[in-house]
């Protein structure tokens, strides 16, 4: 199945940008395991150091998945800006712009499991329990809201840590063999910029949702035709809805 694949050549490109422009660090995810939280887990704005994509921020947060081998890069980190532990914990809170990208390698996908396995994954990230790291919000519009402790930054608390976390409740997936991650935190023009390429995720997503939920549809009178006609995975479900409703 093909979904993505442009898309993340187009994020390899971004990635290159930013390498050239020497905005880029590439970082490996972390395995040490960060304490978890309580029960609740909640982050009051009090007791916050980093907020991350908050609404008066720029926020960005998508997943692209692929079977090819080589286009993802298993156990890296990109990050463009700022670590959460970069700078010494000063005591005021930095409310910072947050784009948030996961790029997985994935075995056997095909047209009738494509969707059941992509809700798994998109909800694996609610299994994410760290001590002094709340999701406070992630919307269906592709944004994520998220803080941390001051406790947590003072510890060194990273995106590496996040990362290491995210990995580690991916590995139980079967079907996932291979997890890469983009942060950016720079500034709210690079979040646009990832955002503008997420644009084209969600769409995908979206025909595929209703390709996969509506017992009946009409390509003739459907907003995602061009969509589906243009993309390789889109039109193998397409015809395959087709072969089991005829």
Not at 51 to 72: A, H
Not at 184 to 207: C, F, P
């Amino acid at each position: 199945m093909n979904l993505f694949d442009d898309s993340i050549e187009k994020l390899r490109s971004f990635l290159e940008r930013k390498r050239a422009a020497d905005s880029l660090h590439e970082l490996i995810v972390s395995h040490k395991t960060w304490p978890a939280g309580e029960r609740g887990n909640i982050v009051l704005a009090s007791d916050t150091a980093v907020e991350l994509g908050s609404p008066e921020q720029e926020s960005v947060s998508f997943m692209v998945w692929t079977e090819k081998c080589g286009l993802i890069k298993n156990n890296r980190i990109n990050l463009i800006g700022p670590d959460i532990s970069e700078k010494k914990y000063s005591g005021m809170m930095r409310s910072l712009p947050f784009g948030k990208v996961v790029l997985l390698k994935l075995k056997g996908m095909d047209e009738n499991n494509s969707y059941e396995r992509h809700r798994q994954i998109d909800m694996a990230r609610y299994d994410l329990n760290l001590k002094g790291y709340m999701m406070r919000a992630a919307s269906q519009y592709m944004r994520e809201w998220s803080r941390v402790s001051r406790e947590a930054a003072r510890s060194g608390f990273s995106f590496a840590h996040l990362a290491g976390a995210l990995s580690a409740i991916y590995s139980r997936v079967e079907f996932v063999t291979g997890v890469e991650y983009i942060f950016v935190t720079s500034s709210t023009a690079d979040v646009r910029s990832l955002a503008s390429l997420g644009t084209t995720v969600e769409k995908r997503i979206n025909a595929m949702n209703k390709m996969a939920t509506e017992l009946a549809f009409d390509c003739n009178s459907c907003d995602y035709t061009e969509i589906c006609a243009a993309v390789e995975g889109l039109r193998s479900m397409q015809k395959n809805k087709s072969r089991l409703m005829s």
